[in-house]
Structures are given as structure tokens and as C-alpha cells.
């Protein structure tokens, strides 16, 4: 089954990500992925430091998202 991770961005505090999220875990879905890990960031588009991408990123370059059949 292919993996995904999901990121998504809020700018500010009465926007909820959950109402995203239900999105892009339809799309995953439908498209045959297994969701691994949600990643969120509450923080301005314009703010350079978004700790959730990063953490997302910094997870990518270290394959925590391959399946054990790949690695």
C-alpha cells in the first residue's frame, strides 16, 4: 500500500485544521494511500518558521514514511 503523510496550515486560531484534514484524508483514501502521520502548523503563511513542515521534511529525509518492504 503506498504511504503518505498529510501537512496541513491554519493562520489563525479560528480556523480549524480538522475541517481540512477530512479532506485530504478523503483524497488519501481514495487514491489507495495509508496515512502515516498528519502534520499541522497554526502560524502565518508570511512566518518563515513552521515547525510541522519542518518536522514533516526532517522525517522525509530520514524515510520514516517507506514501509518496512521498501527500505
Same mark, same amino acid.
Given at each position: 500500500?503506498? +504511504?503518505?503523510?498529510?501537512?496541513? +496550515?491554519?493562520?489563525?486560531? @479560528? #480556523?480549524?485544521? %480538522?475541517? #481540512? /484534514?477530512? !479532506?485530504?484524508?478523503?483524497?488519501? %483514501? #481514495? +487514491?489507495?494511500?495509508?496515512?502515516?502521520? %498528519?502534520?499541522? @502548523?497554526?502560524?502565518?503563511?508570511?512566518?518563515?518558521? +513552521?515547525?510541522?513542515? !519542518?518536522?514533516?521534511?526532517? !522525517?522525509?529525509?530520514?524515510?520514516r /514514511?517507506? @514501509? !518496512?518492504?521498501?527500505?
Open positions: 500500500m503506498k +504511504r503518505a503523510a498529510l501537512y496541513m +496550515r491554519v493562520s489563525t486560531v @479560528d #480556523q480549524h485544521p %480538522e475541517t #481540512q /484534514f477530512y !479532506d485530504l484524508r478523503t483524497m488519501a %483514501e #481514495q +487514491r489507495g494511500y495509508e496515512i502515516v502521520h %498528519e502534520y499541522v @502548523d497554526k502560524v502565518s503563511g508570511a512566518k518563515a518558521k +513552521r515547525p510541522g513542515l !519542518d518536522q514533516m521534511l526532517e !522525517d522525509a529525509r530520514r524515510s /514514511f517507506e @514501509d !518496512d518492504a521498501s527500505k
